[in-house]
């Protein structure tokens, strides 16, 4: 990624650069803005933003039970108290970890896959968190699974994997509804989302 001329910027800052736009989200044009902002608030945000880094990267590693990331292992959440052991519900990534844990809707424990099967993309079963998940259904007490995937192709085909690699094992396996969203209004969804709450409805 090429966003100033060697004659604009020293080495250091073209890396600097470089590297703050292999970020989601950020192209050429945001990570110089990015890092030009972080340059002219040397103290207030670039050192305590590279010492947090380097705090990170030296000490937070990836739960070899769940897949969330903290700084202890297990994880503050396979260790909570009060948890169901019971429950297991898988996502793909660990952002959709924090966001269930952010609504406090469920008090089960989690498995993180560490993304879908994608033939595009080359991901299949074995790139997957898949045989940490057997063995955690299989050893343990647990009684459903509950699979909180996306609502894409490839989040579909892969929920249908799992629970055909699961069957075996006798537990439950239920996934998330699909639908209305709180608050949504009808002529506003989209004719997937449509069919879906339609298939999905229950009686009140």
């Known amino acids: 990624m090429r966003v100033m001329t060697d004659r604009a910027a020293g080495p250091e800052i073209l890396r600097m650069i470089e590297l703050i736009g292999k970020l989601p989200g950020l192209g050429p044009r945001s990570a110089r803005r990015a890092a030009l902002h972080l340059l002219k608030r040397k103290d207030q945000l670039l050192v305590p933003l590279a010492d947090a880094l380097a705090e990170a990267a030296d000490k937070i590693e990836t739960c070899r039970t769940c897949g969330n990331f903290d700084t202890m ?11 169901d052991d019971g429950l297991i519900c898988v996502v793909e990534d660990v952002p959709d970890l924090w966001a269930l844990e952010r609504a406090g809707a469920f008090r089960g424990r989690y498995h993180v896959l560490g993304g879908v099967l994608s033939a595009i993309d080359g991901i299949g079963p074995d790139e ?6 057997e063995t955690r259904v299989s050893e343990g007490d647990v009684r459903e699974v509950i699979l909180a995937l996306n609502a894409t192709v490839d989040g579909q085909t892969t929920a249908h994997y799992v629970a055909e690699r699961l069957e075996p094992s006798g537990v439950t396996v239920t ?20 069919s879906t709450a339609l298939r999905s409805r229950r009686g009140v």
């Open 128 to 133: 997957l968190n898949l045989a940490a998940l």
């Open 73 to 83: 292992q297990p994880c503050a959440v396979c260790q909570a108290p009060g948890r």
């Open 175 to 194: 996934r998330l509804a699909h639908g209305v969203p709180v608050g949504g209004e009808l002529d506003h969804l989209d004719d997937g989302t449509l």
